[in-house]
């Protein structure tokens, strides 16, 4: 098991919660966690609902992590849902991931979102980091066109819930 700590633009810690690590490699780690936040959340793009599987992919070289949905119910995909993050730190037992606001999701048809734009304008993050942060985001439409990396059938397949 391991700790995953989200935290904001500032490093203030808003939630934390604990998964099973199913790969680790000197970068990357990837969680199984189950949403518990609430019953259900209504968004425009896509419904979660507590009991609904994550798998989530957190990097040390990438200023994005990538999570992969699946129905608590039938185990049907959802959709991936990615934050804009600075550089995940990682420990033996916990992944720090500062976010930035900026939110990617990309529905199992395709159809895409780039979210809070607005909230992200309004982080006061230097010129670097915005830069940063648009290229991850351009780096994560041009994965999930390509079907590449965590949006691949193959991986899909492979992270699915039985």
């Known amino acids: 098991m391991i700790t995953v700590h989200k935290l904001d633009h500032l490093g203030h810690e808003k939630i934390a919660y604990t998964g099973e690590v199913i790969e680790r490699t000197e970068h990357m780690i990837v969680v199984v966690a189950t949403f518990t ?4 959340m209504e968004l425009d793009y896509v419904t979660l609902m507590k009991g609904d599987t994550f ?3 957190f990097y040390t070289d990438r200023w994005y992590n990538v999570f992969a949905i699946f129905d608590a119910n ?7 849902y990615c934050n804009l993050t600075r550089s995940a730190r990682f420990e033996s037992d916990h992944i720090w991931a500062e976010d930035l606001a900026l939110d990617y999701f990309v529905q199992s048809d395709g159809t895409e979102f780039v979210l809070d734009e607005d909230e992200f304008a309004t982080l006061g993050v230097d010129e670097l980091e915005a830069q940063n942060v ?13 079907r590449e990396g965590p949006f691949s059938e193959a991986e899909l397949a492979r992270v699915r819930p039985k």
């Open 55 to 57: 798998v989530e992919y």
């Open 37 to 40: 936040a609430r019953d259900r």
């Open 74 to 80: 039938d185990k049907r995909f959802k959709g991936w």
């Open 134 to 146: 648009r290229a991850a985001l351009a780096e994560l439409q041009s994965l999930a066109a390509r």
